[in-house]
T-cell receptor
Framework: GAVVSQHPSWVICKSGTSVKIECRSL??????MFWYRQFPKQSLMLMATSNEGSKATYEQGVEKDKFLINHASLTLSTLTVTSAHPEDSSFYIC??????????????FGPGTRLLVL | RKEVEQDPGPFNVPEGATVAFNCTYSNSASQSFFWYRQDCRKEPKLLMS???SGNEDGRFTAQLNRASQYISLLIRDSKLSDSATYLC????????????FGQGTTLQVKP
């Protein structure tokens, strides 16, 4: 199946620093990638839709100036958490849709990045 | 009301048991439906898509009732390795691929 990677898998940082997370589609080109956040014992919540070559579409309640998304190529999207605070500690997961086999809109997920802000 | 609702469980069943999970969704315009499996501290992985006619994949059977806006997953002959959280997922906007996740139902299969 399609492979999506994320880097890093773990991040521990001090409050106020910025953290960049990369999401790559390894064996297909993804015009659209998605960024989710999952808090313990909760569901995945879509944060934003990342579109190659254009601005990301953010979900209601997600601050676009705090969560910067860049989708500069067909295989890479980045999420930067700016001035991270402890409440930003979460499991961040990206996903991508392979347009050649996405008839039913299935998405392939990266392994996730655990962010802990001290 | 949540867009996709599931009973969080946990469901504790013995090996070999048959277990069923249910899910309801609120938007009648939803187009595609899936069950994903998520293991502890891991990303979700697609278990199966759900079709209106119902579909089966080995020990797993999924069914969709559009009139009732209801999706189900049946697992027969449960294995220890089936222990995980099962996420009901709905595609709300066909062209964008935006997925809405239920909270998940936790299954624990005991020896």
């Amino acid at each position: 199946g399609a492979v999506v990677s994320q880097h890093p898998s773990w991040v521990i940082c001090k409050s106020g620093t910025s953290v960049k997370i990369e999401c790559r589609s390894l064996d297909f080109q993804a015009t659209t990638m998605f960024w989710y956040r999952q808090f313990p014992k909760q569901s995945l919540m879509l944060m934003a839709t990342s579109n190659e070559g254009s601005k990301a579409t953010y979900e209601q309640g997600v601050e676009k100036d705090k969560f910067l998304i860049n989708h500069a190529s067909l295989t890479l999207s980045t999420l930067t958490v700016t001035s991270a605070h402890p409440e930003d500690s979460s499991f961040y997961i990206c996903s991508a849709r392979d347009p050649l086999r996405g008839i039913l809109k299935t998405q392939y997920f990266g392994p996730g990045t655990r962010l802990l802000v001290l | 009301r949540k867009e996709v609702e599931q009973d969080p469980g946990p469901f504790n069943v013995p090996e070999g048991a048959t277990v069923a999970f249910n899910c309801t969704y609120s938007n009648s315009a939803s187009q595609s439906f899936f069950w994903y499996r998520q293991d502890c501290r891991k990303e979700p992985k697609l278990l199966m898509s759900v079709y209106s006619s119902g579909n089966e994949d080995g020990r797993f059977t999924a069914q969709l009732n559009r009139a009732s806006q209801y999706i189900s997953l049946l697992i027969r002959d449960s294995k220890l390795s089936d222990s995980a959280t099962y996420l009901c997922v709905v595609n709300m906007e066909g062209n964008t691929g935006k997925l809405i996740f239920g909270q998940g139902t936790t299954l624990q299969v005991k020896p």
